[in-house]
């Protein structure tokens, strides 16, 4: 066994090393060989293999670590463990059991003060003031440590991944909060079924009692002395009573309200759609069972600039004048041209060869509209009985409305003799 002087150059030889396996060790109670290396290379990243072989075998003939009896593993010294813990804040949540009970010896310890000082016995006095002490002391460091240990639950809780439920999430929460808020409340209660109070005040007034006896009697001043910062630590282990309480309730209980909120809005919610997969949207959602807002919400439709706009352009319309033309009076030329079609075929049989039929027809028939002149033409030179060529060189040739520039069709002969 290693001597505290040794232990305690090891542990500040080696901080670094130990404050960084001290949070490792609410996942892993025990390590191995190269998990100490490894964590020993990140506390000290300068060293080489053989330097860090060095350190761990340092740690553990120091008894900084202490191999485990039935393996190879070696875990931190309980007693360096539980102080670096203390120093770094790094302690669990206690048992509210652990301090009913400590709460509980205050009265054993009072009576004890109590009976000293009825029967004048000095050491009875001595012992109940230390034990009281010692019970404050205790009772003072767990408040600490737990308080501190809330406050770590609650941002590991806050800062753990959103994606999670929140019954995963928060379980811890709600396991702290029933088994240590709720319990520390009842005990802190200041009725008749709280004991933490009740039991300091009468420790304090057992206390001011013997000091006034110690007074009464001539004892040492330095006795007088140890029995008032007994009554000090009282009074003060009153007022971090209070404190600790109320920082613990502030920080748990809005994340179990928010829990419990989030459960019963889900659980509403579930209802809800299965009466509308059962019922229907129209008869689970009536009119009267919704939202007040929602049931009174005022509608107006008002027309929009736009369209009061084209109102206004509408009123006002006026429509254009258009001038049609005046009707005319009537050409006394015919619509249609009667064409004997008959005697222009023997004509125009009778005078061939033809050198321009256009200019034949037009002399022959000047009466025709000049788009029958052109028809005929056209007419006349698609027929295969007629033999015709077209010069190279155009011509113009002026009709009763117009001038065509054309090669005009000269007919030869007719193929059909009769």
């Not at 205790?138 to 609650?154: C, G, K, P, V, Y």
């Not at 061939?352 to 029958?372: C, F, G, K, S």
Request: with cysteine.
């Amino acid at each position: 066994m290693a001597s505290p002087r040794t232990l305690t150059y090891s542990l500040y030889t080696h901080w670094d090393v130990v404050e960084s396996l001290v949070p490792l060790t609410r996942d892993f109670p025990a390590f191995d060989s190269q998990q100490l290396l490894s964590v020993i290379a990140r506390a000290n990243p300068a060293l080489d293999s053989a330097q860090r072989d060095e350190v761990l075998r340092q740690m553990v003939s120091s008894d900084l670590l202490r191999l485990l009896p039935r393996g190879n593993a070696l875990e931190l010294h309980p007693l360096v463990l539980e102080f670096v813990r203390g120093l770094t804040r790094e302690h669990d949540l206690g048992l509210s059991e652990v301090l009913r009970a400590r709460v509980d010896a205050i009265k054993d310890a009072t009576a004890r003060l109590a009976d000293g000082v009825s029967s004048n016995q000095s050491d009875s006095m001595r012992g109940g003031a230390q034990k009281l002490s010692e019970l404050f002391r205790q009772i003072s460091q767990q408040l600490d440590q737990d308080r501190h240990a809330i406050l770590e639950l609650a941002e590991r809780a806050k800062s753990a991944d959103a994606n999670l439920p929140l019954s995963r999430r928060y379980a811890e929460v709600l396991e702290a909060y029933d088994s240590y808020v709720e319990p520390m409340a009842e005990m802190m209660d200041s009725g008749p079924s709280g004991t933490f109070y009740r039991h300091l005040e009468n420790a304090e007034q057992a206390l001011d009692v013997a000091v006034d006896t110690l007074e009464v009697r001539g004892a040492l001043y330095t006795h007088r002395l140890a029995m008032r910062q007994v009554a000090f630590q009282a009074k003060e282990l009153r007022r971090l009573g209070r404190e600790v309480l109320k920082q613990c309730s502030d920080t748990l209980l809005p994340l179990r309200e928010e829990l419990r909120q989030h459960n019963a809005l889900s659980a509403a919610i579930s209802h809800l759609l299965g009466q509308v997969r059962k019922r229907g949207l129209r008869r689970t959602l009536r009119s009267a069972t919704l939202p007040l807002w929602q049931r009174d919400m005022q509608r107006r439709v008002t027309v929009g600039n736009e369209v009061l706009t084209l109102m206004s352009e509408a009123l006002n319309y006026v429509p254009d004048t258009v001038a049609f033309p005046e009707e005319d009076g009537g050409s006394k030329e015919p619509l249609f041209d009667l064409v004997d079609e008959g005697s222009l075929l023997a004509a125009l049989r009778r005078d061939a060869p033809i050198d321009n039929l256009l200019e034949w027809l037009h002399r022959q028939y000047p009466q025709w509209n000049d788009a029958t002149t052109l028809r005929l033409y056209h007419e006349i030179v698609q027929q295969p009985q007629w033999r015709a060529d077209q010069p190279e060189s155009p011509v113009s040739q002026t009709l009763n409305t117009v001038r065509v520039r054309l090669h005009p069709h000269r007919i030869l002969a007719s193929n059909d003799p009769a």
